[in-house]
């Protein structure tokens, strides 16, 4: 039996209309809930999707004003969100969709059990360039914390560069971002933005999933975190990003 608070947000996702905040259904602090609830809605897409990695969600100051929340969260990524290779990306399915840049880890190793720093930098194959596409299920975006990580940290699709950079050639927390819409930028960034470093917001992460019971993999992909401000995606834009050391992602969103 599905549960309210699901089902608001499978009802705004099947019908293409946000919804009110499930807050009231689950509580607006209730981190446990509002995990159990993205759960829920896991095991419901994994019918027809399967899982290729995590989201770290608000981990940039800017962001978190944006939105007004506190505290980073996180969600699971299906291969289904994987848009790097359409051209363009279709915009019918999404609510009120905006973009931002990010570093993308790509990881070579397991994250179970006990862990330290070093493991998790030991862990990380690769790196690119990404750009994720987020969107919520609530109406105006009117979030709390609860309600983004019930709606699966507000995610929706994401694109990855071509480049693979490893660790030792560039350093996450040192990357400068440049993130333009149609030739004008509209965003700047550092990986310092990112709960300091990325890295740091990959380990938050990698604690965070183990202790809920799912661990990340060799294998997937991890977007660590806005590096700046997002911005509001538009029919027709090209979107493209660029982060030194890691090289430029671009997409570009087709018409209504």
């Not at 100051?61 to 969600?75: E, I, R, S, T």
């Not at 699971?76 to 840049?101: C, K, N, T, W, Y």
Request: overall charge negative.
């Amino acid at each position: 039996m599905t549960t309210p608070a699901a089902q608001r947000l499978l009802d705004a996702a099947r019908n293409r209309t946000p919804c009110a905040p499930v807050r009231d259904l689950i509580g607006s602090g209730d981190i446990a809930a509002a995990y159990a609830v993205q759960k829920e809605l896991t095991d419901l897409r994994l019918r027809t999707a399967r899982v290729v990695g995590h989201k770290i969600g608000l981990t940039s100051p800017a962001v978190q004003k944006q939105l007004g929340v506190d505290q980073p969260d996180f969600g699971v990524l299906f291969d289904d969100m994987d848009v790097s290779a359409l051209d363009p990306v279709p915009v019918a399915g999404l609510l009120q969709p905006r973009i931002e840049a990010e570093i993308a880890f790509l990881l070579r190793a397991d994250l179970d059990g006990d862990f330290t720093p070093a493991d998790v930098r030991q862990a990380v194959g690769t790196m690119a360039p990404a750009l994720e596409i987020v969107d919520s299920r609530i109406a105006g975006w009117d979030i709390t914390i609860a309600d983004t990580i019930a709606d699966n940290a507000s995610s929706a699709l994401f694109v990855l560069g071509a480049e693979r950079v490893r660790l030792d050639q560039q350093a996450p927390v040192d990357v400068q971002m440049e993130m333009s819409v149609d030739g004008a930028v509209v965003s700047k960034g550092s990986g310092a933005a990112c709960l300091g470093d990325p890295l740091a917001a990959l380990a938050w992460l990698a604690t965070a999933a183990r202790d809920l019971g799912d661990p990340l993999r060799a294998g997937q992909v991890v977007l660590s975190g806005a590096l700046g401000p997002m911005v509001p995606v538009v029919p027709g834009m090209r979107v493209t990003a660029t982060l030194t050391g890691l090289g430029t992602v671009s997409t570009r969103f087709g018409e209504v």
